[in-house]
């Protein structure tokens, strides 16, 4: 049977067309998450939000609907694996096919250094971002691998990675632990999960401006150490997830897009 992902394709002019596609994005209401999910919902993919403030999340929604996206809500906890195997089924039911997956959901918990760092911050951030992580890459697998019984291939499922994963910062040791397991679940999800058309793929951003506050001096700092003499913007994100979930990427798998403005191709 020929892949109807492909065929659909073929009829368009567009290789970033995601029209008649949906994405479900965890972390959906803000930061880095909603620019996935704008950028997405720009190139006509409808958009399932997963988090846990409902109104944060309504406010993520209407944006994104004013941009034409038909969109749905969950209040899902990443943590509980009950819970994120029902919203999958459910988003499933609402949508009918989920064909892209970006596991986005996370927070920064920084130590005052790795001398200070408690068990309760190490388990807290190893449960949200690997354990949380672990549920909803399963869950995105096991759909895409029934989808593509029924002939449709070209899935694809974005994990949110860090320069951490190849850079140290003081007090960030379980923050890297967990991005760097990701990346190394990514692998292996790749081993396994290509044979049914499913691409799996990381962004890894740099610092990002988001709605969370920090010192000014720390935005001065980064700018400066960058080669692009500014930080990321969430804007800047956006057009990343919507090539790996396109078409256009449909032989792109296993790799990790670091996008920081280059800061971790330089030595300044």
Known sequence: MEDRCLVETRARSNLFD???TTALVTGGNSGLGLAYARGLARHGA???IW???EAKSERAAETLRALGATVARQKVDVTDEHQVVRGFASAVEMM??????IQNAGFSNPASSFLNMTSAQWSAQIE?????GFYTLREAARHMVKSAADGFRNNS?????SGLISAGMKGLEHYAAAKAGLAAMMRCMVA????HGIRINMISPGYTRTEIAVSQELVDFIAKRTPLKRVAETEDLEAAAVYLASPGARHHTGDVLTIDGGWLASYL
């Not at 009918?96 to 997956?101: E, K, L, S």
Request: some cysteine.
């Open 96 to 101: 009918g096919r989920i064909n892209c997956v």
């Open 157 to 161: 499922i974005i994990l949110c990675g």
């Open 46 to 48: 409808n958009v399932v």
């Open 128 to 132: 949200v971002a690997l354990t949380g």
């Open 18 to 20: 995601l029209r008649g």
């Open 51 to 53: 988090g846990r403030d």
């Open 192 to 195: 396994e999960l290509s044979e």
